[in-house]
């Protein structure tokens, strides 16, 4: 099991724990952070933090600190759905707010296995 902070540009990652004060963790997970949900590690900050995260269809920045409390596991390969669906979450998000994401990262990659 990996944490959030480990993701690269454009991995994938499950949620499987929030290892976060009460009232953090709780605030996370309306936003989505849920056990079993997918998570997207769309761009990071120039310095490096914090980093944005697709998460239920929302972009989400997080800094380094929260991530490295958030436990995910590292899928092998996502299914023709999972891709789809990621997709279309992000293409969702940059129609809400277009000034905010670039179109370039909304194309489809192939998804390598990892690990």
């Keep these: 099991m990996s944490v959030l902070s480990e993701l ?4 994938h990652g499950v949620v499987m724990a929030l290892e976060l004060p009460e009232s953090v963790q709780n605030h996370l997970m309306h936003m989505g952070f849920v056990p079993s949900a997918l998570v997207t590690a769309l761009r990071r900050a ?10 239920d269809g ?3 920045a997080l800094r380094r600190e929260t991530a490295k409390s958030i436990r995910v596991k590292i899928p092998r390969t996502l299914s023709r759905q999972q ?4 997709l279309e979450s992000a ?3 940059a129609q809400a707010d277009p000034v905010q994401t670039d179109s370039s990262q909304l194309e489809a990659a192939p998804v390598e296995a990892i690990r």
């Design 46 to 55: 120039p310095a490096g933090d914090p980093m944005v995260y697709l998460v």
């Design 91 to 93: 293409r969702q998000a």
């Design 58 to 60: 929302l972009e989400i």
């Design 8 to 11: 690269n540009v454009g991995q």
């Design 83 to 86: 891709e789809q669906d990621l």
